[in-house]
């Protein structure tokens, strides 16, 4: 077999019209051993020599249990740099630390990451861990994007520092493989914000229905953006496709018609070997065909394994991918889709948006998410909190003078209104930055257990949230955007980035004010 000899850098190879391969490392709990240590090494090396593996990602506790972090292993890989993608997630540090890290892997010539929200917390010791969340994943790509642009900082004196720009090359994570249109199209506008705030390449997260990994680059390409997609591959067992199944592993979706397949093949004389690893190379297959940049491989314990997919992905016709379309289908009951494919190939055209989903734009039902509260919510909010409408002139004029003693008795009265109005009508948490107008009047720290500003995370399965203790909150918010004809438009606005200064503060006094994220751009603001 010929194969190219010119090693490039992830980067590169993504923005090359090479369709090339990734592999998936997961450091484990417990000590880096000398011995188990420098098997890894090896054995990245090893595949890193093979110049169809672009590069090698490394994960950042994944199923959120605490493991070796990332570094640990590309720190032993530094001269591989440019072919490294760690991932960094917010479940377990905070900005600081978040940016911290950022620092730390640009300085150790780590340019690609993988900027994750995470997966909730599963374990820990002594108990269940306390997750983070200060920023999400729109939040931190918003803040590798500043940093690639000179990240500006207060210096000696009050004046602003722009620090030396970094390089990261940021990627994103979209999961498609959601069952009903309210959770779906959230996640769709939520990539399209992750790019906006400087997201360059795109991973979907895990699932077996060609269709929608397909919809991923057909909504991209419908919006007129055109970045580098990878398409994502986990090898099953028997044992892993019924944990899939099961949803336990957030955004990570086995049908049970996979599952029965898995079953079935498992109970060979192989248990399976060949269905699971063609499945695997088919995928890759379809990837190339629908032009992806590349494939991302993960489940395999050993690198010949890796080697072996790709071998035998290699060995199909050019056309072989056509019909492999139509026999990775695995939808859930009832799912569904954006856009309207041809059953009998499975592709669509591009901008062929699925018909029923147009018309129910056009009359869209009442869900029973429109209720009186969201009623009387949107009839207040355009009364009084809509800028330079209403009563926004006064209400503006009266926080200005309650400001004057902030700590006196009129504004800790006005507050306490605010703290016991908002806690009855939406279990508000006194953050003093209030995203209602953005979330359909449902509170993130109180209804979303990330406590998302910018979008849903990937963990929600069938409409429920990650923890399955309520319906995702995203969910629920799209439903009553899309009854008034604002769904479309629910994530078209600047990324919210939080400033816990403003916690236990009038978040109405906040806003009238220019306090909170709802205050202009500063070439915006009011004279």
């Known amino acids: 077999m010929n194969r190219p000899t010119e090693v490039l850098a992830y980067r590169d190879l993504l923005h090359s019209d090479r369709f090339v391969y990734g592999v998936e490392t997961v450091p484990a709990r417990g000590i880096g051993l000398p011995k188990s240590f420098g098997r890894l090494v090896d054995d990245v090396e090893g595949l890193l020599a093979d110049p169809r593996f672009a590069w090698i990602s490394v994960t950042d506790n994944p199923g959120g249990a605490p493991m070796l972090p990332p570094d640990w292993l590309a720190g032993a890989l530094q001269e591989h740099g440019p072919r490294i993608v760690v991932h960094l997630s917010c479940k377990d540090h905070n900005r600081n630390a978040l940016e911290g890290a950022a620092w730390r892997y640009a300085s150790d010539g780590f340019p690609n990451i993988l900027a994750l929200t995470g997966d909730y917390p599963a374990t820990g010791y002594a108990g269940m861990a306390l997750p983070v969340f200060d920023l999400d994943s729109v939040g931190l790509i918003a803040l590798l994007k500043a940093m690639n642009d000179g990240l500006e900082v207060p210096g000696r004196g009050g004046k602003i520092e722009k620090l030396q720009a970094t390089n990261f090359f940021i990627g994103c994570c979209v999961s498609p493989f959601k069952r009903y249109e309210r959770e779906l199209m959230p996640q769709y506008f939520k990539l399209v914000l992750k790019i906006l705030a400087g997201a360059q390449w795109v991973i979907p997260q895990l699932g077996y229905d060609m269709r929608k990994f397909?919809?991923?680059?057909?909504?991209?390409?419908?919006?007129?953006?055109?970045?580098?997609?990878v398409g994502n591959v986990y090898l099953l067992t028997k044992t892993v496709a019924k944990i899939f199944n099961s949803g336990r592993l957030a955004g990570c979706v086995v049908s049970d018609e996979l599952l029965e397949q898995c079953n079935k093949y498992a109970a060979g004389p192989d248990k399976g070997k060949?269905?699971?690893?063609?499945?695997?190379?088919?995928?890759?297959?379809?990837?190339?065909?629908?032009?992806?940049?590349?494939?991302?491989?993960?489940?395999?314990?050993?690198?010949?394994?890796?080697?072996?997919?790709?071998?035998?992905?290699?060995?199909?016709?050019?056309?072989?991918?056509?019909?492999?379309?139509?026999?990775?289908?695995?939808?859930?009951?009832?799912?569904?889709?954006?856009?309207?494919?041809?059953?009998?190939?499975?592709?669509?055209?591009?901008?062929?948006?699925?018909?029923?989903?147009?018309?129910?734009?056009?009359?869209?039902?009442?869900?029973?998410?429109?209720?009186?509260?969201?009623?009387?919510?949107?009839?207040?909010?355009?009364?009084?909190?809509?800028?330079?409408?209403?009563?926004?002139?006064?209400?503006?004029?009266?926080?200005?003078?309650?400001d004057r003693k902030p700590q006196g008795l009129a504004m800790r009265s006005v507050h306490a209104l605010e703290k016991a109005s908002k806690a009855a009508m939406y279990g508000c948490q006194d953050c003093g930055d209030c995203s209602l107008p953005d979330t359909g009047y449902l509170c993130p720290l109180a209804s979303c257990s990330k406590h998302s500003r910018n979008g849903p995370c990937g963990g929600s399965a069938s409409g429920r949230c990650e923890l399955d203790d309520k319906d995702c909150l995203w969910a629920r918010a799209y439903e009553r955007l899309k009854y008034y004809g604002e769904s479309e438009r629910m994530l078209d606005r600047p990324v919210v980035l939080y400033d816990v200064a403003t916690q236990k503060t009038s978040a109405w006094a906040n806003t009238y004010l220019d306090r909170d994220h709802h205050a202009p751009e500063p070439d915006q603001a009011e004279p």
């Open 274 to 402: 060949q269905f699971f690893r063609e499945l695997a190379a088919k995928q890759l297959a379809c990837f190339k065909g629908l032009g992806f940049a590349g494939g991302y491989l993960g489940g395999m314990a050993k690198p010949e394994g890796f080697a072996e997919i790709v071998d035998l992905a290699e060995s199909y016709g050019a056309d072989d991918w056509r019909d492999f379309m139509k026999e990775i289908r695995f939808a859930q009951p009832g799912e569904f889709f954006l856009f309207d494919h041809d059953p009998q190939t499975g592709l669509c055209e591009p901008g062929a948006i699925h018909p029923d989903y147009l018309r129910s734009l056009e009359h869209p039902a009442k869900p029973k998410e429109v209720n009186l509260n969201y009623r009387l919510s949107r009839m207040v909010h355009s009364l009084a909190f809509t800028r330079e409408k209403g009563l926004w002139g006064m209400m503006k004029a009266f926080f200005g003078r309650l």
């Open 214 to 229: 397909h919809e991923v680059k057909l909504m991209l390409a419908s919006r007129g953006i055109d970045v580098p997609i």
